[in-house]
């Protein structure tokens, strides 16, 4: 029998528990993780599983894919300026 790695000591969450929890229910946070397993929401406030717990998140789900922008945007028109104000004040 394979031995579990407890990844949240506090509240004993495996690993296995993890990994299970992610691919049958679709969690894609550590938020959602938490709320499901438990796992860093013992004393130590996942101060001691909580890297742990986002490594085994990013294995195990398919980041999703950023989407470009359409076109390009000057920074003046984030910043709120004009693009004939070089300080972004507008006119």
């Known amino acids: 029998m394979k031995e579990e790695i407890i ?5 004993e969450v495996t690993r296995a528990e ?3 929890g992610i691919k049958e229910n679709d969690l894609r946070t550590i938020q959602e993780v938490k709320r499901f ?3 860093g929401m ?3 406030q996942g ?3 909580g890297g ?6 990013g294995r195990e789900v398919e980041p999703d894919t950023p ?3 359409v076109r390009a945007v000057p920074m003046q028109t984030l910043a709120g300026g004009s693009a004939d104000d070089k300080h972004g004040r507008g006119v």
């Not at 990844?7 to 509240?11: V, W």
């Not at 742990?52 to 998140?57: A, E, Q, S, T």
């Open 37 to 39: 397993t438990r796992a």
């Open 18 to 20: 993890i990994e299970e």
């Open 52 to 57: 742990l717990v986002m490594k085994i998140l």
């Open 47 to 49: 101060k001691t599983c």
């Open 67 to 69: 989407r470009p922008p």
């Open 42 to 44: 013992g004393l130590c």
């Open 7 to 11: 990844i949240c000591r506090c509240n």
